[in-house]
């Protein structure tokens, strides 16, 4: 820490310095535009006997002017091509002439006293030895840049401050405050260890990694990581981002990386952090049009991690999402030994975060964070953090002194959704919405027993959606089964079946969009991935496209291209023919749950299955429902 405050200081001397340089260089400047402003003066005018400049402005005279009033002329001051003087009377005059002997022989002649300038002007004097000034004053400068610490010095004085921005000192952030990825918190509680008793580990003789290197989707922690390692290890933390380290000036990344290098060393051992490191870490490129600069960057970058003795205590950590981006270089072993992903949080990791933040606003006691974490698959952990912020906000617009879990609801639906719409629809079209969720919802509980709870159902338009069907996982699934891959395909067309049975089919919609495409998604990848169709095999058949284009199927011949699209196809029919079959059995219980969307916009998944089921038929759910699956099961 002694070191660190030492830099500090010199640093804010060394600014001082530079500071009272540049005044100076001012003041100069400065004094010399008063001078240049006084002799300005003078030539323009006459000093009174009060000190007061007096300005008499002289008549204009023209060539044959002066010819022809050469005996009026008492004296005359050439210089070049101008000519200055005064009259009999007294009166100054200007005058532009042509350099001609006779004119100088008749003006002589008449008495006139006449002078001939060849001197310089103080103008024409500086005009003459500005370009040289200005080129001792610029080999000054990079003379001072070089004086003050080499190539990074020169940086400073280019560009007129530090142009690396580090985030320096001891962070408080520990292991605590890091909550949702325990797996990868134990993976570098050996670095920390190392920080802390690095003695024991030069005994054995083992070598702990030079360097780290965090990847994984956004928000997932992994700044916060970095910040809690030197925490727990209390070591001093400089923080930098990729793009610091590159400017419009050829050489200079080089001289950042030298720069902040430099810096971890006099305060070792210490932790040195690059976020968003693929910036300067991309592939190396063999063409000529490549650039140069960021290269030269990186390849730095390279020689200063491989420069490393084993014990001097500086573990630099990287964070990307771009994994694939970066130089096999940089990720060999000596440089980043070890790679850490992490990954959005399960169900249990949810629920620590939410607990972690919900310490940091006033939660109320009836809402359920448990059922928060089951309603929040996909979600990072600045997501969760985000979603508690809009709860708090959402409630603090509506004047309550704490989070309910009406409020819960409110920011997850925006988050998911999107933002609640205000918009005028026309009353068929409110109908058709409530009647296409009656069907999504309806076929979700005669698939309850292998498919996620349904949470609520809703028609208040959000985002691009009408409205919406939302479930809660029970737990965290890896994995789906055939069967489970058939019934949320006949969950995601119900909705259009629905339209079909009550509307007709000339009345069908384009609400049906993402119902289709996420249905075609699915087929697709269980039948050219993950090997689910018998017709198809198990052969991996990957469709890619570059730049969003559509490409060929990879691996598949046009018979086996042809034969896939088929089978989505069938799948898809199969399982719009599913769901029209059981919406059509029960169509006065599709009816009456549609009319209570109508009327209440909202229902709630205890309040669908009332709806369904009846309060004293949900004991004998699970017959039916097993029913309803062997059928389905015997169409298959």
């Known amino acids: 820490m002694r070191k660190l405050k030492d830099f500090k200081n010199a640093k804010q001397t060394n600014n001082k310095k530079r500071d009272r340089a540049s005044m100076f260089l001012a003041m100069f400047v400065v004094l010399m535009l008063a001078v240049v402003a006084r002799v300005v003066m003078l030539d323009n005018g006459s000093v009174g006997d009060n000190g007061k400049i007096t300005v008499s402005r002289p ?241 730095q970058l390279l020689i200063e991690m491989d420069g490393f003795a084993n014990d001097t205590g500086i573990i630099v950590i990287g964070a990307t999402n771009r994994v694939d981006m970066l130089d096999q270089a940089l990720l060999r072993p000596g440089r980043f030994d070890r790679q850490v992903y992490i990954e959005l949080p399960d169900m249990a990791g949810r629920r620590e975060i939410l607990d972690l933040y919900a310490k940091k606003v006033k939660i109320g006691s009836e809402v359920n964070l448990q059922d928060l974490a089951r309603g929040t698959t996909g979600f990072s952990g600045a997501d969760l953090e985000n979603l508690l912020n809009e709860a708090a906000l959402h409630a603090v617009r509506n004047g309550r002194s704490e989070i309910t879990s009406d409020d819960v609801e409110e920011a997850r639906d925006k988050i998911i959704m999107g933002p609640r719409k205000i918009r005028k629809m026309r009353p068929e079209d409110i109908k058709l919405t409530a009647y296409h969720e009656a069907g999504h919802a309806f076929v979700s509980l005669m698939y309850a027993d292998i498919t996620d709870p349904i949470h609520k159902a809703t028609i208040i338009p959000r985002g691009r959606a009408l409205g919406m069907v939302q479930h809660l996982p029970i737990d965290d699934k890896v994995s789906m089964t055939l069967d489970e891959v058939r019934a949320n395909l006949s969950i995601y067309l119900a909705g259009r079946s629905a339209e079909e049975i009550f509307f007709g089919a000339n009345k069908i919609t384009t609400g049906a969009e993402s119902d289709i495409a996420v249905a075609t998604r699915l087929a ?59 919406l059509t059995k029960n169509k006065k219980t599709v009816e009456k749950l549609a009319n209570a969307l109508l009327e209440h916009e909202t229902l709630t998944g205890e309040e669908i299955r009332e709806i369904v089921f009846g309060k004293k038929k949900t004991a004998n759910k699970t017959t039916k429902k097993t029913t309803v699956r062997k059928n389905a099961k015997a169409k298959k």
């Open 59 to 299: 008549i204009e005279l023209s060539f044959s002017d002066v010819i022809r009033r050469a005996e009026d002329i008492k004296t005359m001051e050439i210089r070049g091509d101008s000519a200055t003087g005064t009259l009999a009377d007294g009166t100054k005059y200007n005058a532009t002439i042509t350099y001609d002997p006779e004119m100088l022989a008749t003006l002589a002649k008449s008495g006139t006293s006449i002078t001939i300038d060849t001197s310089k002007t103080f103008f024409e004097g500086l005009v003459t030895f500005a370009p040289l000034l200005l080129t001792i004053l610029f080999i000054f400068w990079i003379l001072r840049g070089f004086r003050r610490s080499g190539p990074a010095g020169i940086g400073r004085s280019l560009i007129g401050q530090n142009p690396t921005k580090i985030a320096t000192g001891k962070p408080k952030t520990t292991f605590k405050d890091v909550a949702g990825i325990d797996s990868e918190k134990q993976e570098l509680a050996e670095i920390v260890d190392f920080l802390k008793h690095k003695d024991k580990y030069k005994t054995l003789g083992a070598r702990v990694p030079r360097g780290v290197l965090l990847s994984g989707q956004p928000g997932t922690g992994k700044t916060l990581l970095a910040r809690a390692i030197a925490g727990e290890a209390n070591v001093p933390f400089f923080a930098a981002s990729g793009s610091d380290f590159s400017g419009i000036i050829v050489g200079l990344g080089v001289a950042k990386i030298k720069e902040i290098f430099e810096m971890a060393k006099r305060n070792a051992p210490c932790i040195l952090f690059i976020d968003e490191i693929d910036a300067i870490g991309q592939k190396r490129s063999t063409h000529s049009y490549n650039d140069q600069d960021r290269e030269q960057t990186l390849n």
């Open 524 to 582: 697709r990848y269980s039948i050219t991935t993950a090997g689910l169709s018998k017709r198809v095999g198990l052969a991996a058949i990957n469709q890619v496209g570059t730049f969003g284009t559509r490409g060929a199927l990879e691996n598949a011949s046009e018979k086996t291209a042809e034969l896939v699209d088929n089978e989505i196809k069938a799948w898809l029919d199969a399982a719009h023919a599913d769901a029209t079959k059981q």
